[in-house]
Each structure stands twice: as structure tokens, then as C-alpha cells.
């Protein structure tokens, strides 16, 4: 997948670069262009900001995209009637899915950088507001363009191609830290993993893929249907696990989470479950009642497994903003987290919140969530997710 | 680690206030900080740079150069560029239409859609007096539409049954027939979640747009958003013809920079605002009001609105006649302030509006703890109703009593009852003085230079 990604990615930088070679006001009169169209406070053309205003018409004008990159245009227009039906995914989806964080991101820091051949206090700049833009937060952002700029000036080098290379070094650096799969501890019998996070972020959607997951490979699972504030949740997950064919232990909407959770404990292991995946209600890091009660659920389903929950796993919509660090800041006080989640990098979040989340917390990231099928979910590898961002 | 939107101005805009005059460098070097800190707020770039762009053209003009005092003019110029990036003015539902007037939402997965049809229904059936009908045309998530009639019950409004095997188009036009025969005055048209790069689904809500003629279509957001609110609004606005927008998860710590992206691209009204997980955590949209919280100025007419809302007038009465008479002040009084303070959200809630408080340091908001006052109200739960009436006679065992019965322990008892106390004696002054020579004590400690 990786190389029929790179295939549509050097067809597209050929463009650029042709595009670059030609005239640079080219691309001047571009950026206006996408300017003047999309908002009327428009910046100078060599601005970065200006030019990452062509994503959405990039990411919707078939006529843009190149030839190699139909199969992935084709695969995003799937009827929603598939959709719906769980039509098989492909194995390129993930870059498909990145590549549209990196038709934007990557693309135009390569023009960028291929246009400025001398590295200058301004090309830095460019490069910081560049990761700000991909929501990768001040923090991590300075200190990765602190890195590049030490590195650099060690190895003695000042081309704009050892930029990018440190770059992308940076940045490896950064999101492989928190690479580290999720491992079933066979001992545990079952093992428990407690999902939790904010309102519409994707729980349930990634728990059925979870079981999908864990059932293909084998095990025996089941689901407790913690979310019993939502209207609707409970059925929901039922739908789910009735699709899966999974085994799905609930209570009526309204009652008490931490009590069906423990029941469906005593379920699992009288019918000899390996795991056991429990849905929790959305809820807002900032109502500590709320979060309260999540404590409350460690504390009583620890009553029937004291070394439950084994995997706390919180879930990040990958279009939240700099608010996700304190989202695994305040969970991770009530609940010990082991892992992290990050859902819909299908669409055009850039996900970058995931640098600074491993730079403040270095929480484990095992999974990113690629699309609305129970099979739209992956493993986390950094590698993958720096080359489809930048390379 | 990050400070919060408010702090980052005050901050930046202090280092001004300490020199005599504005200077292209040091404005340069605020405006630098603004920047950061709107991008730390999740402000799009493009938005932040115009935003920036005109705050430094205005700051830089005569009215700085005139002014005495330079800080209070910058901290104007950037409210005020809020305001107007933020919108002007409120705006509700447009019902300038022969009923029913057909509200379409629309919005990403997760964004709050379901949630909102239930609150927005609910808020015109209550405040607005209309008979309201919705309907889901969210075939695809699992559940979607058993959610909405459970949220349609919850409110009492009448929801219109749909099918995931019929077609969101169909499902509109039913509807609407059926609103029409019915006589509704407003349907709610809920849709799925979907991307804004998804070609077909953003076809379909065109296609079901265009055949259900919306008065309003709403876009929601989640108010968490990061850089990707432009995107999305754009790629949103381009396709569907939006009137309006609604704001959700207001109530988390966001720092909201998504609402100035969403209404800088899309130039539509924010019309509303979702602030928590009843049916009833629905409010109009205050723009001047964001802008000053923004600013530290504190939202204090949304905190007067909301007490007014939601303290239980009698009970307040009854106690400002007892002040005032200077009758007993009981334990009986103290839990009944206790709760009504609980309805309001809890003292943390009240704070954050109040200007100023960006400033306390973290040690101090701690100490005003939620946590607090639900003990206290265990603590009185478990008294007699003599016992609440003459605390005096509250003594060793009759703590120890109360100590088991609230779950607490006896120093808490003890500590409740020292609070009582103080409360009693600060009742007592206030019989004379009244209110507002208090109040003016506390107007010093406001910041200089508000405008109040």
C-alpha cells in the first residue's frame, strides 16, 4: 500500500516540481486564485496559510488529481448503500485516507521548501506555522523545529532538502515513542478493556472494530454495553454486535454503567470469554461528576478482577484541536489510560494533535480509526503515519 | 502547560500596559503573542492572519496614538475585531416562511446532530411555542433513528417514523407531506454525519436539500475542533446552501477558536450554542459575550441571565425577607443556598464567568471545590429537622451521628458548622449595610479599565 501510495505521491510532486521550474509566479497566481475564491480577507501568495486553503477543492476536484490517483478518488465515492452493507475494504486505504492529510501538508511543504533554497529565519517560520496548521500544537511544534534547527547547524548542512530529512527525522522521532501495540494478556481471563473519552468521538463505532478485530484472530468475545446515558446507545451496540455476531451483555437505558460492566464480567468468564470490550457513556472531561463515575467503575469492576480494566483505551476524534491534551490530561486522572485511540483520519484532519499528545503524555497510541466499516480500523505504526504526512 | 485563550491576552496584553506609548515594535511583539494564542486556541491560520491583519491596522491608526491609555485600547480593538469576526448580533430561527418551516441539520460524524435536533426542538416548542415534528434521515449509523425517537419522546415532540432501507430523499418528502397534513409549524430534518471530502453523501444531503427547500440549514460543530473547522465549514458551505450555525460542546474547556473560523469562512450566524447533556442545555448564541470572555472580561450577563433562570425565586425571597427582618438565619436557609448554587452548576461554573478570575492562580479555584458543597449538603441531609433549626445543640455524639449518617467525618461536621457560622455572622451586616455597599467593595478588586 505504501508503494502505490509513494507511486501517486512522486506523480504529484513531478507536477509540482514542474510546476515550480516553469514560472514561480505560477503558483503565486494560484494561491490568489484559491484566496480570492474561498475567503475575501485574502494574505500575500507566498503565505503558507494561503496556499493550505486549497485542501477542500483539492480533496473534491476530481480534475485535479492526477491518473494514479483514481483508484483511491474511486474508493472514496463508494455508494453509501456499501457502505452501509460493510463492503470490503482495500489495502490501501490507510495511505488513501493519509494521503489526503498529506496532499496538503507534505505537497506543500515540499513546494514550499523547493521554492526557498537557502534556509532562513523565514523558511522556519513557514515550518512552524505549517505544523500549527496540522494541529500538531505549539509545544511539540517548537520543539521539533528547535530539533531541526540543532541538528542542522551540527551536521553542518543548509539545503532545504536536509531540512525535510530532519524534519520527518523529528517527527518519527516523536510518534514512535508511543508505538507500541496492544497486547491480549492470555492470563487474563477475560481481558478487560474499558473505552472511554467525550460525546461523539467514536466509541462504539471502534469498539465494534475492536471485536471485528479480536474475533478474526480467534478470541471469544464480548461486549458490555456501558453507555447506558445515550439515547439509543445500548441499541446501538446491539445493532453492532448482531452484524459481528458477537455477544453483547446489557441493561435498560438509565442503568447504573459500573453494574453492567460487572455483570457482564461474571458473564464473560462463566462462558470463558478472552476479551471483553466495555462501552462507557460520552462524557466531558470538564463535569467531574461524570468523571467521577468512571472512577467509580474501575473501583467496582476491580471488585470482580482486581487487575481489571487491563487496557484503559481513551478515544480522540482526529479532528479535535489543541482541547485533546487536556481530554487525556483529565481521563487520565479519573482512569489511568494505557492507550489511546484516534478516529476519523478519513477525513481531512491532519491528526498532528497525536505529536503533542506523545510529547506531554507518552501514552501508548494503538489504533487509528480510517472510516465508518468495522474493518476501518488499524494498528498505529509512526513510520506509516510520518511518511503520509510529509513524505 | 497551555494557559487558556484569556490568559494568553491578558499576558500579552500587559506587557503594553506596563510602557507609555505603543510602538510599531511593541504592538508587533503583542500581536505575535495574540497570534500564538489564538492558534493554541484552535483558531484556523487563515482566519488568525486576517483577524491579526486588521487588529494591527486599527491599533496602529490615530485612535492609539490619541488615547492616554494605550492598553485599554488595544484590549478594545481586539474585542472589538472579536465581536466582528464573531458576529454582530444574535439571530434565532427564521420563521419568515409558510409553515412548516423546514430546519435541515448537517455536519460531521459526532458533531452533535441528534443531540441538538432534541434540544432545538425542545427550545421551539418551549420558548418559541411551535408544534414541532422531527424526523431522521440517518440511515446509516446503527441506532440513529431509535435515538432521535427517544429523544423526540424525552422532549415531547412528535417524531416522524423512517427506515433505514428507504432512501434519505423519500424519508424528507414523507415527512414533510406529513408536517404539511399535520399542521406543524417546524420539522427538524436530522442527517447523518458525514466528511466533507465524501462525494456521494455530500451529493446526497444536496439533493435532499433541494427537495425539502430548508428554511434554515444548520451546520453543526463541535466547539473542539481544531484547524480542520475551516476545511470542513468550507467544503460544507460550498455544498449546501447554510443559513445558519450551531455551536456544540460548549461546556468543555475548549478554547473555541472553531467558532471564529466557522462564521469567518462561512460568514453565517452562529445561532446557537450546546452547553451540556440535558435537553434543555441550549442557548441562544452570545458573540459580544465569547468575545469578552476571550478577553477576561468574564461573561457576566449569561451569568445573570442564568441565575435569574434558575434560582427558585420564592426560596429567594424567603430569604432576603429573613435578612432583611433579621430573622435566624438556619441551617435549614443554608442548605436551601447550597442547592440553588448546585442547580447553577456549582460555584467552578459560576467563577469562570466572572471577569477577572483568568488571573486567580489555579491553588485558589481548587479551594472552591464542588466537592465541597455536596458534602456540606450530605452533612445537613443527616441532621434533625431540630437540630437544623438550633445547631447550637449539636454537641460530640450528635456529630458523631451525623459523621456516620452523611459518610463523612466529624471534622467535616465540625467544619460545616464553622462555615454556618460565619455565614450567620456575615448575615447580620448585612441587615444595616445591604448589598450594594458590599458590592462596591468588590467593584475595587475588578480589573482597571473594563468597561462596566
Known amino acids: 500500500m505504501i508503494n502505490f501510495f509513494k507511486k501517486k505521491n512522486k506523480n504529484k510532486t513531478d507536477k509540482d516540481k514542474l510546476k515550480t521550474d516553469a514560472v514561480t509566479e505560477q503558483v503565486t497566481s494560484d494561491a490568489d486564485a484559491d484566496a480570492a475564491a474561498s475567503k475575501p480577507a485574502s494574505q500575500p501568495a507566498h503565505d503558507a496559510g494561503v496556499m493550505n486553503q486549497e485542501i477542500p477543492i483539492d480533496a473534491v476536484d476530481p480534475k485535479q488529481t492526477t491518473p494514479a490517483a483514481e483508484p483511491a478518488e474511486v474508493e472514496i465515492v463508494v455508494p453509501p448503500e456499501l457502505l452501509a452493507q460493510g463492503v470490503e475494504p482495500h489495502q490501501y486505504q490507510l495511505s488513501q485516507q493519509l494521503s489526503k492529510t498529506n496532499d496538503n501538508f507534505g505537497k506543500k511543504m515540499k513546494q514550499m521548501l523547493s521554492l526557498k533554497k537557502q534556509i532562513d529565519e523565514d523558511l522556519f517560520e513557514e515550518l512552524e506555522t505549517t505544523l500549527l496548521m496540522a494541529d500538531v500544537g505549539a509545544t511539540a511544534t517548537m520543539e521539533v523545529i528547535e530539533k531541526v534547527r540543532k541538528s542542522l547547524k551540527r551536521r553542518n548542512l543548509s539545503d532545504s532538502d536536509a531540512v525535510f530529512d530532519a524534519l520527518k527525522a523529528q517527527l518519527t522521532e516523536l510518534a514512535q515513542v508511543v508505538e507500541q501495540p496492544l497486547i491480549i494478556d492470555e492470563s487474563k481471563q477475560p481481558f478487560v478493556i474499558l473505552v472511554v473519552g467525550v460525546n461523539g468521538v467514536g466509541k462504539t463505532t471502534t469498539i465494534a472494530k475492536l471485536a471485528r478485530k479480536y474475533k478474526s484472530m480467534g478470541k471469544k468475545v464480548m461486549l458490555a454495553a456501558g453507555d447506558t446515558f445515550r439515547a439509543a446507545a445500548v441499541e446501538q451496540l446491539k445493532t453492532w454486535g448482531e452484524r459481528e455476531d458477537i455477544p453483547v451483555m446489557a441493561q435498560k437505558t438509565g442503568a447504573d454503567s459500573a453494574s453492567v460492566i460487572f455483570d457482564a464480567m461474571t458473564s464473560a468468564k462463566a462462558h470463558n470469554m478472552d476479551v471483553l470490550i466495555a462501552d462507557t457513556a460520552g462524557r466531558l472531561h470538564t463535569q467531574a461528576n461524570l468523571m467521577q463515575e468512571l472512577e467509580k467503575i474501575s473501583r467496582v469492576i476491580q471488585k470482580n478482577d482486581d487487575t481489571a480494566p487491563h487496557e484503559t483505551l481513551i478515544v480522540i476524534d482526529g479532528g479535535t484541536g489543541q482541547n485533546a491534551i487536556s481530554q487525556v490530561r483529565e481521563f487520565n486522572k479519573a482512569n489511568a489510560l494505557s492507550g489511546v485511540v484516534i478516529t476519523k483520519l478519513d477525513g481531512t484532519p491532519k491528526g498532528g494533535v497525536l505529536f503533542n499528545l506523545a510529547a506531554e503524555f507518552g501514552i501508548p497510541v494503538r489504533f487509528i480509526g480510517v472510516g465508518e466499516k468495522s474493518t476501518d480500523l488499524k494498528s498505529y505504526k509512526a513510520a506509516e503515519f510520518v511518511d503520509a504526512i510529509i513524505d | ?452
Do not use: C
Open chain 2, 1 to 452: 502547560m497551555f494557559d487558556n485563550l484569556t490568559d494568553r491576552l491578558s499576558k500579552s496584553i500587559q506587557k503594553i500596559r506596563g510602557q507609555a506609548n505603543l510602538s510599531e515594535d511593541n504592538i508587533k511583539e503583542a500581536l505575535r503573542e495574540v497570534r500564538v494564542a489564538l492558534l493554541e486556541a484552535d483558531v484556523a491560520l487563515p482566519v488568525v492572519k486576517s483577524f491579526i491583519e486588521d487588529v494591527r491596522e486599527r491599533a496602529l491608526g490615530t485612535e492609539v496614538l490619541t488615547s492616554l491609555k494605550p492598553a485599554q485600547v488595544l484590549v478594545k480593538v481586539v474585542q472589538e475585531e472579536l465581536v466582528k469576526v464573531l458576529g454582530e448580533e444574535t439571530s434565532g430561527i427564521n420563521f419568515n416562511a409558510q409553515p412548516p418551516v423546514v430546519i435541515l441539520m448537517a455536519g460531521l460524524q459526532g458533531a452533535g446532530k441528534t443531540t441538538t435536533t432534541g434540544k432545538l426542538a425542545k427550545f421551539l416548542k418551549e420558548r418559541e411555542n411551535k408544534k414541532v415534528m422531527v424526523v431522521s434521515a440517518d440511515v446509516y449509523r446503527p441506532a440513529a433513528i431509535e435515538q432521535l425517537q427517544t429523544v423526540a419522546e424525552q422532549v415531547g415532540v412528535e417524531w416522524f417514523p423512517s427506515s433505514v432501507i428507504d432512501d434519505p430523499v423519500t424519508i424528507g418528502m414523507t415527512a414533510l407531506q406529513a408536517a404539511k397534513k399535520g399542521y406543524f409549524d417546524v420539522l427538524i430534518v436530522d442527517t447523518a454525519g458525514r466528511l466533507a471530502v465524501d462525494e456521494a453523501m455530500m451529493k446526497e444531503i444536496k439533493s435532499l436539500q433541494n427537495s425539502i427547500n430548508p428554511t434554515e440549514t444548520l451546520f453543526v460543530v463541535d466547539a473542539m475542533t481544531g484547524q480542520d473547522a475551516a476545511n470542513t465549514a468550507k467544503a460544507f458551505s460550498d455544498a449546501l446552501d447554510l443559513t445558519g450555525v450551531v455551536l456544540t460542546k460548549v461546556d468543555g474547556d475548549a478554547r473555541g477558536g472553531a467558532a471564529l473560523s466557522v462564521k469567518n469562512i462561512t460568514g453565517k450566524p452562529i445561532k446557537f450554542q450546546g452547553v451540556g447533556e440535558k435537553m434543555e442545555a441550549l442557548e441562544p448564541f452570545h458573540p459580544d459575550r465569547i468575545a469578552s470572555s476571550i478577553l477576561g472580561m468574564g461573561d457576566v450577563l449569561s451569568l445573570v441571565e442564568e441565575v435569574e433562570r434558575k434560582v427558585d425565586k420564592k426560596e429567594a425571597e424567603k430569604l432576603a425577607k429573613k435578612v432583611a427582618t433579621g430573622n435566624k438565619f438556619t441551617l435549614e436557609d443554608f442548605q436551601s443556598q447550597l442547592l440553588q448554587m448546585q442547580n447553577m452548576g456549582g460555584m467552578s461554573s459560576m467563577l469562570d464567568k466572572l471577569p477577572g478570575m483568568s488571573n486567580l492562580p489555579d491553588m485558589v479555584k481548587d479551594q472552591v471545590n464542588d466537592k465541597s458543597t455536596g458534602r456540606m449538603l450530605a452533612v445537613i441531609s443527616s441532621m434533625t429537622l431540630k437540630e437544623k433549626r438550633y445547631p447550637q445543640l449539636i454537641k460530640g455524639s450528635r456529630k458523631r451521628r451525623i459523621a456516620n449518617g452523611s459518610g463523612t467525618t466529624i471534622q467535616d461536621v465540625s467544619k460545616l458548622l464553622k462555615q454556618y457560622n460565619q455565614m450567620q455572622k456575615m448575615m447580620r451586616k448585612f441587615k444595616g449595610k445591604g448589598m450594594m455597599k458590599m458590592m462596591q467593595k468588590l467593584g475595587g478588586k475588578l480589573p482597571g479599565g473594563m468597561p462596566f
